[in-house]
């Protein structure tokens, strides 16, 4: 069975940084596009960042963009985001997904796996 699981949340002050990573078990990772998202109360999982396969390419939301970078290791199954200047609004719990394919990248469902989630509060 496929694992996904994210560590490194926390609470922080606004302008502060985290690093999330996830770890991936039982997936042919370097073969799987992966992507961060994040859910805050009452509102729907939305997209962070995502990474292909090869490392080559990265994408971001417009609400991240110049503040997170997304990173993998596929010799260590994991992949990261570095989260800098924080702000109260990037408080939600953040998801790490697996896909094959890279077709909708920023669409939830696109995604075959998910981690359980880490939560990220910054507080103001």
């Known amino acids: 069975q496929v694992q996904l699981v994210e560590s490194g949340g926390g609470l922080v002050q606004a302008g502060g940084s985290l690093r999330l990573s996830c770890a991936a078990s039982?997936?042919?990772?370097?073969?799987?596009?992966m992507g961060w998202f994040r859910q805050a109360p009452g509102k729907e999982r939305e997209f962070v960042a995502a990474i292909l396969r090869s490392g080559g390419n990265t994408y971001y939301s417009d609400s991240v963009k110049g503040r997170f970078t997304i990173s993998r290791d596929n010799a260590k199954n994991t992949v990261t985001v570095q989260m800098n200047s924080l702000k109260p609004e990037d408080t939600a719990i953040y998801y790490c997904a697996a896909t094959p394919s890279s077709r909708a990248l920023f669409q939830p469902q696109s995604y075959n796996y998910w981690g359980q989630g880490t939560q990220v509060t910054v507080s103001s």
């Open positions: 039982r997936l042919a990772f370097s073969g799987y596009h």
